[in-house]
């Protein structure tokens, strides 16, 4: 239950800030945005592929419902660090902005990948499930 969890928790720390590193590859400005967008989306998106490896690596274990529990405490940890980055990122400059429109500043490809971890901890909830009824 704990490898899950700790994969998709590294896969997050240890790629944040690419975004940066990616943009600078870029030739243009149209490239640099692709690529600063791109990473934004990595560490999120990493972490649900590695969510799914560990899910079907324990397929047929008898520890298929405890991966599938761990896969979901991974995705909805990951979900949880990337809105709340977010928010605090809004919350840096929401007083700089007129009242209401803040969620036009919203990062959409951070939340994105973000969401794409969450359904991978949903993948993971029914694994998890199912295993607990076939065993």
Do not use: C
Request: hydrophobic letters at 55%; aromatic letters at 8%; zero cysteines.
């Amino acid at each position: 239950m704990l490898i899950p969890i700790a994969l998709m928790l590294a896969a997050v720390w240890g790629l944040s800030g690419i975004e940066t590193k990616m943009a600078a590859l870029a030739t243009n400005q149209k490239a640099y945005m692709m690529l600063g967008r791109i990473g934004l989306t990595l560490p999120s998106l990493v972490a649900a592929g590695l969510g799914l490896i560990v899910l079907f690596s324990a397929r047929g274990s008898l520890d298929v419902s405890w991966a599938g529990v761990g896969v979901l405490i991974g995705g909805l940890m990951v979900f949880t660090i990337a809105a709340l980055h977010e928010v605090l990122r809004l919350n840096s400059f929401s007083s700089q902005v007129q009242p209401g429109t803040i969620l036009q500043y919203a990062d959409l490809y951070s939340l994105s990948g973000a969401t794409g971890a969450l359904f991978v901890g949903l993948f993971g909830l029914k694994v998890g499930l199912k295993g607990v009824e076939s065993g």
